[in-house]
T-cell receptor, first 118, second 116 residues
Framework: AQSVTQLGSHVSVSEGALVLLRCNYS??????LFWYVQYPNQGLQLLLK??????LVKGINGFEAEFKKSETSFHLTKPSAHMSDAAEYFC????????????????FGKGTHLIIQP | DAGITQSPRHKVTETGTPVTLRCHQT?????MYWYRQDPGHGLRLIHY???????DKGEVSDGYSVSRSKTEDFLLTLESATSSQTSVYFC???????????????FGPGTRLTVL
């Protein structure tokens, strides 16, 4: 079974400061990991994903994440926060894989609300 | 834009009434998913489909049923709505025909359902 833990339901940073959103996972199979962002009253948008090709993954809007197997972590970072980064962020792990190759959906963390202080 | 629409976008209903939510996609994606989003829980998988008439349960399937009679439509039905089913419901599609674990899922705009 897979699970995802996001540390901190709310994170507040100043504009221009480093953003660090934490994600730890548990998986019985090699994990594939995702970060999604949700702006108010909208659906989820993919920021980046880890598919085992490279441990440091770069995404949209200046975000990146590093897969660390020894720490079972996939933390999301951005060097300099912008007011437009204020949103809800979700870490997710891919589901079980069946013999036909398909997977049964994503398991999400509970989300971290990022607040940007001017 | 994955061409996903959800209807209705908002609905208020009463306990005990049946409710059907529709997800429509325009690009013939094979894999489709229904999630619910609740504060403090993130998103949780309700049901998913891997083809016409092929569906399976997710983590929180009790009280929900689904149907997929056409590739483009995936319906979620609450046979007898309860207050605990008040939530925001998201439909998603998997980007490739294989629906593999590395595929990106694209989400619709959501349906906000309130059960009084």
């Amino acid at each position: 079974a897979q699970s995802v833990t996001q540390l901190g339901s709310h994170v507040s940073v100043s504009e221009g400061a480093l953003v660090l959103l934490r994600c730890n996972y548990s998986s019985s199979v090699p994990p594939y990991l995702f970060w999604y962002v949700q702006y108010p009253n909208q659906g989820l948008q993919l920021l980046l994903k880890y598919t085992s090709a490279a441990t440091l993954v770069k995404g949209i809007n200046g975000f990146e994440a590093e897969f660390k197997k020894s720490e079972t972590s996939f933390h999301l970072t951005k060097p300099s926060a912008h007011m437009s980064d204020a949103a809800e962020y979700f870490c997710a792990v891919s589901g079980r894989v069946y013999s036909g190759g398909g997977a049964d959906g994503l398991t999400f963390g509970k989300g971290t609300h990022l607040i940007i202080q001017p | 834009d994955a061409g996903i629409t959800q209807s209705p976008r908002h609905k208020v209903t009463e306990t005990g009434t049946p409710v059907t939510l529709r997800c429509h996609q325009t690009e013939n994606h094979r894999y489709m998913y229904w999630y619910r989003q609740d504060p403090g829980h993130g998103l949780r998988l309700i049901h998913y489909s891997y083809g016409v008439k092929d569906t399976d349960k997710g983590e929180v399937s009790d009280g929900y049923s689904v149907s997929r009679s056409k590739t483009e439509d995936f319906l979620l039905t609450l046979e007898s709505a309860t207050s605990s089913q008040t939530s925001v419901y998201f439909c998603a599609i998997s980007e490739s025909a294989s629906g593999g674990p590395t595929d990106t899922q694209y989400f619709g705009p959501g349906t906000r359902l309130t059960v009084l």
